[in-house]
């Protein structure tokens, strides 16, 4: 259930799952002042350096979801990202390409699957 909701990045040699999180999701909503907020800081953010931090928070932010369920559920614990290893792995364009994880792993996590159930009706009500 967890892989239908993440995306994957490559940092370095090593692929990390991006995935939203309530508890991530509390995080955006206290850092950003709520969710409305994270388009516009993401989109209109007043210089690059700005834009570059804010990408690279939530990159560490939601790779570090999937790093927190595996500590939960193994005893062999990972250690979680910091923002210093992500920015050392990355470059600028690997963060532009990365916005794009980030928007699936965020619209994964907030994806509702709704299914009718069959009431026997034809659309005529019979």
């Known amino acids: 259930m967890i892989e239908e909701r993440t995306s994957t990045i ?5 692929e990390f ?6 508890k991530a ?3 955006i909503a206290a850092h950003y ?3 409305d907020h994270l388009g516009d800081k993401l989109l209109k953010s007043e210089n690059f350096e700005l834009a570059l931090d804010e990408i690279v928070w939530l990159i560490t ?14 005893k062999e614990k990972r250690e979680e990202l910091t923002t210093e ?4 792995l990355t470059s600028p364009l690997d963060l ?17 699957v709704i299914e009718s ?3 026997g009706k034809n659309k005529d009500g019979e």
């Open 96 to 112: 532009a390409n990365y916005k794009e994880a980030i928007t699936e792993a965020m619209f994964k996590g907030t994806n509702r």
């Open 85 to 88: 290893y992500v920015e050392l």
């Open 17 to 22: 799952d991006l995935i939203l999180t309530t």
């Open 10 to 14: 490559q940092l370095g040699e090593e």
């Open 117 to 119: 159930e069959d009431s």
């Open 33 to 35: 002042d709520g969710l």
């Open 25 to 27: 999701t509390k995080e």
């Open 61 to 74: 932010l939601l790779a570090n979801q999937s790093i927190k369920i595996h500590n939960l559920k193994h």
